[in-house]
């Protein structure tokens, strides 16, 4: 019998799919305080949770026979992926079945701002007024409606705009303009034509890229009584900057459903009678409810009997099929990948991956960790090693490989080459004895820096004084050198790789790429 575990609340379908099977033993803990939970787990094979359940140390530390985590829902904050990756616990999670529920909740916000809806209802509920004259409110018809992230949730919102006869500009960098055209909707590379709309809602996941995606300076730029929604993730906008355009009257409604800390009961936009909230139910729907147990009880069915882990976020290599020391490969390849992203943000229309040397036999094997490498910054959790291939067709990716025998300057070497609509980058690594990783080449550059933390890549005219001028301005803002690589090329340029122990503001990259001889300038965080 394999034994699976419901750690939290999930909708009945879902326990019966369980308590169906044969070979299921389902054992439904949700209503036990956590504490006792944690002493039920140790016999389990998978578990299933929500966001109620941390999955950390002290959790982990409970399952020693555990194969699998399904996260019954898209977002997997509460879990520690690293840790039950050291573990060997596949982590899964239900990223589509809560889809049109989150859609239809953002169009909820969005009608009940435009109309004034939750204030008219009040008015006459609780107050007993019937005042009309209070309650003039605007048509979405004709309205511009910007859209950021145009993804499987944003594009469906887009579509259901223009139903009501708005015009939906899509901003997404990492989507083919065909997929906005195609859903009628107007593509737009520039942030700014956004800012420039009568409703902005955001649909983007939450990484280092788009976390305070709107501040002060973004609304400083929006039309005077904008209207700004958010049913994606938490922190996208800036709390505070927010609720200052609230009160100024800069934006004139809000509707919120998510928070930067949850439960979000002590933020102060609650305060404001301009801001309509909800808390966090984008999944709140008797359907998605519904399918999001049924999908994680299969899920965990699955994983049980090893026959599938959908929808896996760490799914390993198979060690028995490939030697040991192309699992460091596999996490080289993915970190090229993840740099690649960050050098050309632009669409990707092909990839090509290059292994010399002894690692060339395995070049099929690195596919995978490349196409998640370079989708992660746009896709976060929405992407794994298991729908990994079938996203880069979905979105007309090529992907070449080619195996050469040997290198002439290292006994392995891996090359990706990303081709987008800016042009190509080319990054290659290495990895040395005793498992060190290095990048060892960005475009025409060599380099050798190992590929951790947040780094600064600087190219600029080969001229004496530039490398002081760097320092001098790093050091004025209290931003320390960890390590500093210089590499030159044929044409009298040259590519400073710069590691630091601090984030860089977009203050000190703008004066450091006021120099005169910088000729680009560029943050990445591996």
Same mark, same amino acid.
């Given at each position: 019998m394999y034994r699976i575990v419901v750690c939290d609340h999930i909708h009945q379908k879902g326990l019966d799919m369980l308590s169906s099977q044969s070979d299921i033993a389902m054992l439904n803990l949700a209503t036990l305080p956590k504490d006792e939970l944690l002493k039920?787990?140790?016999?389990? =094979?998978?578990?299933?949770? !929500?966001?109620?359940?941390? /999955?950390?140390?002290?959790?982990?530390?409970?399952? $020693?026979?555990?194969?699998?985590?399904?996260?019954?829902? +898209?977002?997997?904050?509460?879990?520690?992926?690293?840790?039950?990756?050291?573990?060997?616990?596949? +982590?899964?999670?239900? $990223?589509?079945?809560?889809?049109?529920?989150?859609?239809?909740?953002?169009?909820?916000?969005?009608?009940?701002?435009? !109309?004034?809806?939750p204030g008219a209802n009040a008015q006459l509920k609780v107050e007993r007024k019937w005042k009309r004259e209070d309650w003039y409110g605007t048509e979405l018809k004709g309205k511009r409606v910007g859209v950021i992230g145009f993804g499987n949730i944003g594009s469906r919102v887009g579509i259901r705009c223009k139903a009501f006869e708005a015009e939906v500009l899509a901003y997404d960098p990492y989507i083919h303009p065909s997929k906005a055209i195609n859903a009628g909707a107007s593509y737009v590379k520039d942030f700014d034509e956004i800012l420039n709309c009568d409703i902005i809602t955001i649909h983007t996941p939450k990484n280092a890229e788009t976390k305070n995606m709107i501040t002060a300076k973004e609304i400083?730029?929006?039309?005077?009584?904008?209207?700004? *929604?958010?049913?994606?993730?938490?922190?996208?906008?800036?709390?505070?900057?927010?609720?200052?355009?609230?009160?100024?009257?800069?934006?004139?409604?809000?509707?919120? =459903?998510?928070?930067?800390?949850? $439960?979000?009961?002590?933020?102060?936009?609650? =305060?404001?009678?301009?801001?309509? +909230?909800?808390?966090?139910?984008?999944?709140?729907?008797?359907?998605?409810?519904?399918?999001? #147990?049924?999908?994680? #009880?299969?899920?965990?069915?699955?994983?049980?009997?090893? *026959?599938?882990?959908?929808?896996?976020?760490?799914?390993?290599?198979?060690?028995?099929?490939?030697?040991?020391?192309?699992?460091?490969?596999?996490?080289?390849?993915?970190?090229?990948?993840?740099?690649?992203?960050?050098?050309?943000? &632009?669409?990707?229309?092909?990839?090509?991956?290059?292994?010399?040397?002894? *690692?060339?036999?395995? +070049?099929? &094997?690195?596919?995978?960790?490349?196409?998640?490498? /370079?989708?992660? $910054?746009?896709?976060?959790?929405k992407i794994n090693y298991v729908n990994a291939p079938f996203i880069a067709q979905d979105r007309g990716i090529k992907i070449q490989k080619t195996a050469l025998?040997?290198?002439?300057?290292?006994?392995?070497?891996?090359?990706?080459t990303a081709r987008t609509n800016n042009g190509s980058i080319s990054v290659s690594g290495t990895v040395f004895d005793d498992n060190i990783i290095r990048v060892s080449a960005i475009n025409e550059f060599e380099v050798l820096i190992e590929p951790k933390g947040r780094m600064l890549l600087f190219k600029n005219t080969d001229v004496p004084g530039v490398i002081g001028n760097v320092g001098q301005i790093l050091g004025?803002?209290?931003?320390?050198? #960890?390590?500093?690589?210089?590499?030159?090329?044929?044409?009298?340029? #040259?590519?400073?790789?710069?590691?630091?122990?601090?984030?860089?503001?977009?203050?000190?990259?703008?004066?450091?790429?006021?120099?005169?001889?910088?000729?680009?300038?560029?943050?990445?965080? *591996?």
């Open positions: 039920s787990l140790h016999n389990a =094979d998978v578990a299933i949770t !929500r966001s109620s359940t941390g /999955v950390g140390e002290e959790f982990l530390a409970n399952v $020693p026979n555990l194969k699998a985590i399904v996260r019954a829902g +898209v977002g997997v904050d509460n879990v520690d992926i690293d840790a039950c990756s050291k573990q060997g616990i596949v +982590v899964m999670n239900v $990223p589509t079945a809560n889809t049109i529920a989150a859609v239809e909740l953002t169009m909820t916000h969005i009608l009940s701002a435009i !109309r004034n809806f400083a730029k929006m039309k005077d009584g904008v209207i700004l *929604i958010n049913c994606a993730r938490g922190g996208l906008y800036d709390e505070q900057d927010l609720y200052d355009g609230l009160v100024s009257g800069k934006i004139r409604w809000a509707g919120i =459903d998510v928070f930067e800390k949850e $439960p979000g009961t002590t933020c102060k936009l609650l =305060d404001l009678p301009n801001v309509y +909230v909800t808390p966090h139910i984008g999944a709140n729907t008797l359907e998605s409810q519904e399918e999001i #147990a049924k999908q994680a #009880a299969q899920a965990a069915m699955e994983a049980a009997r090893g *026959i599938s882990y959908p929808n896996a976020l760490n799914l390993p290599s198979n060690t028995a099929q490939i030697p040991a020391f192309v699992a460091q490969y596999t996490e080289l390849t993915q970190k090229l990948g993840f740099l690649c992203s960050q050098l050309d943000k &632009s669409v990707l229309n092909s990839l090509e991956i290059t292994a010399q040397g002894e *690692i060339s036999k395995y +070049v099929d &094997s690195l596919e995978t960790y490349a196409v998640v490498g /370079v989708l992660k $910054p746009s896709l976060d959790d025998e040997g290198s002439k300057t290292y006994k392995n070497l891996i090359t990706l004025k803002h209290q931003i320390n050198i #960890a390590d500093f690589r210089l590499a030159r090329n044929t044409k009298k340029e #040259a590519l400073a790789v710069i590691l630091v122990d601090n984030m860089v503001s977009a203050e000190v990259l703008q004066e450091l790429s006021g120099i005169s001889a910088c000729i680009s300038l560029q943050m990445v965080v *591996i």
